[in-house]
């Protein structure tokens, strides 16, 4: 049984840090990344990884996020800096699964950045 479980949210000061990190079982997946979802607002891409370390950022976090991957323990995680009030959303963990391409997502951890 596939599983992905985020931990590392929290509240924060506008110009701070905070990482996250998110443990997969269950499955060899291909791309792993990470989604965040604002209140009133729909799910939207923040950056992924693929196995062999090329990654997707999103315009709005490019410069102040960085994606991470451990293949080995099948964990990914997202250090992000310079948060901004704008960052404050739910962030989800994802993953496809290398056979099918089966996308996976974790339950979200709240991040809260305070002006």
């Known amino acids: 049984q596939v599983q992905l479980v985020e931990s590392g949210g929290g509240l924060v000061q506008a110009g701070g840090s905070l990482s996250l990190s998110c443990a997969a079982s269950?499955?060899?997946?291909?791309?792993m990344g990470w989604y965040r979802q604002a209140p009133g607002k729909q799910r939207e891409l923040v950056v992924t990884i693929t196995s062999g370390g090329s990654t997707n950022y999103a315009d709005s976090v490019k410069g102040r996020f960085t994606i991470s991957r451990d293949n080995a323990k099948n964990m990914v995680y997202l250090q992000m800096n310079s948060l901004k009030p704008e960052d404050t959303a739910v962030y989800y963990c994802?993953?496809?699964?290398?056979?099918?391409?089966?996308?996976?997502w974790g339950k979200g951890t709240l991040v809260t950045v305070s002006s």
């Open positions: 994802a993953a496809d699964t290398v056979l099918l391409g089966i996308r996976y």
């Open positions: 269950g499955n060899i997946f291909s791309i």
